[in-house]
């Protein structure tokens, strides 16, 4: 059973940084896909960026060329780096495995394993 551990949330400023690190462990396969999501309340939970087993990124348009999500197999450690951060992307952030995710970019519930979230808050 998969087990995954987000961390690196918090509160910054307009314009701030922050990295979200999601560490595995347990997965039963070798290869695998690594999603974030997050959701705001009252919100859906929505794809903001997935990385394949090959390195290959997908990012959702609200965070092209502000997020960049990576990859660290040999630590089973998984990465997304936000710079410039909004308002809006004020949410709980959430890492999720996947044997085949990253054509299921868009799709939450097609994804096996979440990590328990982390929040992260952006004021003006």
């Known amino acids: 059973q998969a087990h995954l551990v987000e961390s690196g949330g918090g509160s910054v400023r307009t314009g701030g940084s922050l990295r979200l690190s999601c560490e595995v462990s347990?997965?039963?396969?070798?290869?695998?896909?690594v999603g974030w999501f997050r959701q705001a309340p009252g919100k859906e939970r929505e794809a903001v960026a997935v990385?394949?087993?090959?390195?290959?990124?997908k990012y959702a348009n609200s965070v092209k060329g502000r997020f960049t999500v990576s990859r660290e197999d040999a630590k089973s450690t998984y990465y997304l780096q936000m710079i410039s951060l909004k308002p809006e992307d004020t949410a709980m952030y959430y890492c999720?495995?996947?044997?085949w995710g990253y054509g299921y970019f868009a799709e939450p519930d097609k994804w096996s394993w979440w990590g328990q979230g982390t929040q992260v808050t952006v004021s003006p």
């Open positions: 999720a495995v996947e044997r």
């Open positions: 347990g997965m039963e396969y070798k290869y695998y896909d």
């Open positions: 990385i394949d087993s090959a390195g290959t990124t």
